[in-house]
């Protein structure tokens, strides 16, 4: 078992930043590689980012590139996303999850954190 939490979200106005945290614990957190997700209301949930298990590949959404970093320090068990340049269109609730592949698809990631609300102001 991987226990996620998110933490970092919030309510900011367009154009601002914002930094989420996850924090794993249970099985060794290098085994895998780990995404962030958000899903708006009334929409499915949509790949953000996701980072190998050592970092050095990494992936994103069209619609966050050039504005969001994700990162791991797997000496804190912990994945962030750097949001920058953020838009009305980026509110969303945002989770981590941890899957065994480096893959965009929701359904291959096996455990997922709470979610943290992310509301962007125009």
């Known amino acids: 078992q991987v226990q996620l939490v998110e933490s970092g979200g919030g309510l900011v106005q367009a154009g601002g930043s914002l930094r989420l945290s996850c924090a794993a614990s249970?099985?060794?957190?290098?085994?895998?590689?780990m995404g962030w997700f958000r899903q708006a209301p009334g929409k499915e949930r949509e790949s953000v980012a996701r980072?190998?298990?050592?970092?050095?590949?990494?992936a994103y959404a069209d619609s966050v590139k050039g504005r969001f970093t994700i990162s791991r320090d797997n000496a804190k068990n912990t994945v962030y996303l750097q949001m920058n340049s953020l838009k009305p269109e980026d509110t969303a609730v945002y989770f981590c999850?941890?899957?065994?592949?480096?893959?965009?698809?929701?359904?291959?990631?096996?455990?997922w954190g709470q979610g943290t609300q992310v509301t962007v102001s125009s």
């Open positions: 249970g099985r060794t957190f290098t085994n895998y590689v």
């Open positions: 999850a941890a899957s065994r592949i480096f893959t965009a698809r929701s359904t291959y990631y096996d455990y």
């Open positions: 980072i190998s298990w050592s970092g050095p590949d990494t």
